[in-house]
């Protein structure tokens, strides 16, 4: 007579990587495809760079146009487009940079914090008919996973700053 062993846990290293980096990469598409859609119901016409530059500004603090446009993964003409078209709304001014006279530091306004948080509760309330029908479960699970994925974003900003020396 044959004994079956228990199953265990996998412990294959590669095995958890390969699922972790697949689930990972599902992760950011489905994230990309959900703000897309959400942004089309809401009949936006705001460019999502200016929504990105908010949040980096608004996350992150005041910064060179330079990093902002690295942060915001655009080109630093299209920052400065960008930039010039934030502070006549308001939504962003410039200051000095105290460690160099010549240069500006971009920073988020009231205004511009406002807004962004409009456009975040619009977005929301446009995907809400998508999900209503979610069980309790179904919504603890993507509330946890929302706070997983935030406390290792700031993780990874914590580290970034702390190399970069800011």
Known sequence: MTKTLPTEPSTDVNTDTTRLRQ????LVV???RLT???ARVTGSTESPATWRTLSVLQSVGAMRLGELASQSRV???????LVRNLVESEWVKRIADVDDARAWQI???PKGA????????TLSEAL???FADLRDDELAAM???VEIIASRVDLSAAASAAIDGR
């Open 23 to 26: 689930t990972l990469g599902d």
């Open 30 to 32: 489905a994230s990309h």
């Open 36 to 38: 897309r859609l959400a």
């Open 75 to 81: 080109s630093q003409p299209t920052m400065t487009k």
């Open 107 to 109: 920073a988020i306004t």
């Open 114 to 121: 406002a807004a962004l948080q409009d456009w975040r509760d």
């Open 128 to 130: 809400v008919p998508m």
């Open 143 to 145: 509330r946890a996973t």
